[in-house]
Nanobody, 116 residues
Framework: QVQLVESGGGAVQAGGSLRLSCAASGGTFKIFSMGWFRQTPGKEREFVASIRSSSGTTYYAGSVKGRFTISRDNDKNTVYLQMNSLKPEDTATYYC?????????WGQGTQVTVSS
């Protein structure tokens, strides 16, 4: 069973940057396309970015395109999300999971809070 552990969140001011990490264990990481998702209280979890397993092709939600960059290190079984030019509306709990079909079990997420 794949386990996912997100880290790197924190509190920053608008315009700041954060780099999130997601460490995976218990599966063959390099064959999975992975994604980052975020959720705020009372709302559904939404897609943020994804990266293909083989080609490394990346996809982004329109709201983060040009500001966020997803990457992966298959040797470290880790996927990253570099977030620049953060906005208050980026405040959320961020999760990683397989994309487009997530594993049944999600990690605990990492909280990102952006103040204006």
């Amino acid at each position: 069973q794949v386990q996912l552990v997100e880290s790197g969140g924190g509190a920053v001011q608008a315009g700041g940057s954060l780099r999130l990490s997601c460490a995976a264990s218990g599966g063959t990481f390099k064959i999975f396309s992975m994604g980052w998702f975020r959720q705020t209280p009372g709302k559904e979890r939404e897609f943020v970015a994804s990266i293909r397993s083989s080609s490394g092709t990346t996809y982004y939600a329109g709201s983060v395109k040009g500001r966020f960059t997803i990457s992966r290190d298959n040797d470290k079984n880790t996927v990253y999300l570099q977030m620049n030019s953060l906005k208050p509306e980026d405040t959320a709990t961020y999760y990683c999971n397989r994309h487009p079909t997530p594993f049944p079990s999600w990690g605990q997420g990492t909280q990102v809070t952006v103040s204006s």
